[in-house]
């Protein structure tokens, strides 16, 4: 395996592969006023809402994550492909399927005792057979692929025409009423989308006020399962079960980051004795981000690891990654001896990522 060399950054260089060049223009960012006008939205999505199932919780999550991997700060509208949805549903829903540990019971998601929820019954065998979550499995099996499509299609024809109707019929919702998306009126005109289109400066609101939004809607979200799940009563680990990202086990990568990084610390440049004198590290905290990819991974001394712990790293350090991003994405997407495996796409996902943290400081 080609090892990694620590050149000098070349600021032109390093510069586009973080985004900064070519400039790209975008329309004027919403004001503080309109990202006030959104949240009241949000809320009154939230507080009056029809809520027979958990799947509009989910949606406003999804699009939420989608908004901060693709989305941009300015005023522009953002195409949605709904299998992108649909991954964001299935990685959601993915510990949910499991049973409950203090009652050994799948939780309900859904108010109907006679249909359980379709992501549940979807992700009940699958979640309950893997080894990993459903977040590591960033390339999708065949069977993987026929999830998505099952997600796609249920959150198509029983989710988007409803999420934003707030009072009456779903069918009769006014054009302002919905906000985030224009979308047919009806789940027959709705099964038939592949995508969906974030309105203007709808993306930036959701990039500029993610951690809000997704309080909101997991208070929301638990509350609605504590009203559903009698059983449940007080508990106060339920949010952590629902909600908690399964952080897994990185370390497996030290020996081949040890090899691409030339047997070096990526931020100090000081040699490590052995790949196991170091740590593998996000680049993009865990806490700001939950983000696995090796796109998002580099070892670094331990010493330095235990410093940074949530801080964001500098920005030449920041630069140097993407720059090792560019120069290695063979490596790092290859299954082959290399053993990385990224999803090719996560360059671009990381990247939008780290843009949105950095701006948010």
Not at 152 to 170: F, I, P
Request: glycine content about 4%.
């Amino acid at each position: 395996m080609a090892s990694m060399k620590f050149p000098t950054v070349d600021t032109r260089r390093a510069a586009r592969a973080i985004g900064r060049l070519p400039c790209i223009v975008q329309f004027a960012a919403p004001t503080a006023e309109r990202h006030l006008e959104f949240l009241e939205r949000i809320e009154r999505i939230l507080s009056r809402g029809r809520f027979t199932t958990t799947y509009k919780f989910a949606l406003l999550l999804a699009l939420t994550n989608i908004a901060v991997e693709q989305g941009t700060d300015g005023n522009d509208p953002l195409e949605v492909d709904l299998d992108d949805v649909a991954r964001q549903f299935l990685a959601l829903y993915w510990n949910m399927a499991r049973p409950y540990p203090r009652v050994h019971e799948i939780l309900k998601q859904s108010t109907n005792e006679r249909k359980p929820s379709t992501m549940i019954s979807l992700l009940e065998s699958a979640s309950s057979n893997a080894a990993s979550s459903y977040r590591r499995l960033r390339i999708f099996t065949q069977r993987r692929d026929a999830l998505v499509i099952q997600a796609r299609r249920t959150l198509a024809k029983d989710v988007l025409y409803r999420l934003q109707s707030v009072a009456g019929n779903a069918k009769s919702a006014t054009e302002d009423e919905r906000f985030l998306y224009g979308h047919p009126p009806d789940a027959a005109g709705c099964a038939k989308l592949r995508a969906i289109t974030l309105k203007p400066g709808i993306a930036a609101c959701m990039r500029r006020l993610r951690g809000v939004i997704v309080a909101m809607v997991q208070a929301r979200w638990a509350l609605w399962i504590r009203e559903h799940n009698a059983q449940l009563a007080a508990d106060h680990k339920l949010e952590s079960f629902l909600f908690g990202a399964e952080r897994t086990d990185v370390s497996e990568y030290a020996a081949r980051y040890y090899e691409l990084q030339n047997g070096r610390c990526f931020y100090t440049r000081d040699r490590l004795a052995a790949p196991s004198a170091g740590d593998v590290d996000h680049f993009i905290p865990w806490a700001r981000y939950p983000f696995d990819s090796p796109f998002n991974l580099v070892l670094a001394s331990r010493k330095v690891n235990n410093q940074f712990r949530d801080r964001l790293k500098s920005r030449e350090d920041r630069a140097l990654w993407a720059q090792r991003n560019e120069d290695s994405f063979a490596i790092l997407t290859s299954t082959a001896r290399s053993g990385f495996a990224a999803a090719p796409e996560d360059r671009e996902t990381v990247r939008m990522i780290a843009n949105w943290v950095y701006r948010a400081g």
